[in-house]
């Protein structure tokens, strides 16, 4: 089993278009067992990191 913390919100600024069903989201991602996490800015690279595309290339190491 894979443990990952998530957080995620969408900007002030994108709430209506969120009411709407559109609008932007953000956050990053921690694998627990790494320690690599990630920024991310859509749902696409938040589900690309879940499932282990890319992480190589774009998950920082969490600092201490």
């Known amino acids: 089993m894979e443990t990952f913390v998530v957080r995620a919100w969408r900007p002030a600024a994108d709430e209506a278009a969120s009411a709407e069903g559109g609008g932007a989201l953000r956050g990053v991602v921690e694998h627990v ?3 690599a996490t990630i920024p991310f800015r859509d749902a696409e690279q938040l589900v690309a990191f879940l499932q282990g595309g890319g ?3 774009s998950a920082v190491r969490a600092a201490g």
Do not use: I, K, M, S
């Open 33 to 35: 067992a790494t320690g």
């Open 55 to 57: 992480v190589e290339e």
